[in-house]
């Protein structure tokens, strides 16, 4: 929880390092929340429906989910940004996934990829100061 925390307290934060346990357990909240909105959607009937050819089918998500993916978006996206940089990539790197499948790979391997070691040019290493 504590790691979550701190994602979430560097809101829009896009310099510097993040761990690859900061990165992970981050991750690893995040996808227990979007379970859990998923869940209470269906649950409380939240979830988005539309109708196909005469009949209502459910999307499996709803409102709840939606808020918590914005909510998370950007911090989401500068604890990925930090995690490039941990690697010694530029943040920009993120756009990879724009490559169908080999993008998604390619990205999976750098944020599970360790540290750089010593400082690099986005900051010290991150591991050194915990």
Do not use: C
């Not at 379970?35 to 499996?60: E, H, P, R, V």
């Amino acid at each position: 929880m504590k790691w979550y925390l701190e994602v979430m307290n560097q809101y829009v934060n896009f310099n510097g390092r993040a761990r690859r346990k900061e990165y992970w357990m981050f991750a690893l909240f995040y996808s227990i929340l979007l379970i859990t909105a998923m869940f209470l959607d269906n649950i409380l009937g939240l979830d988005f429906k539309y109708d196909f050819m005469g009949q209502t089918i459910s999307a499996g998500y709803g409102w709840l989910y939606l808020l918590i993916g914005i909510l998370h978006f950007l911090p989401g996206l500068g604890v990925v940004f930090r995690r490039l940089h941990d690697v010694g990539k530029s943040g920009w790197m993120y756009l990879i996934i724009l490559i169908p499948v080999i993008g998604i790979i390619w990205l999976v391997i750098l944020l599970v990829k360790d540290s750089h070691e010593g400082e690099n040019k986005y900051g010290p290493n991150p591991k050194v100061e915990n």
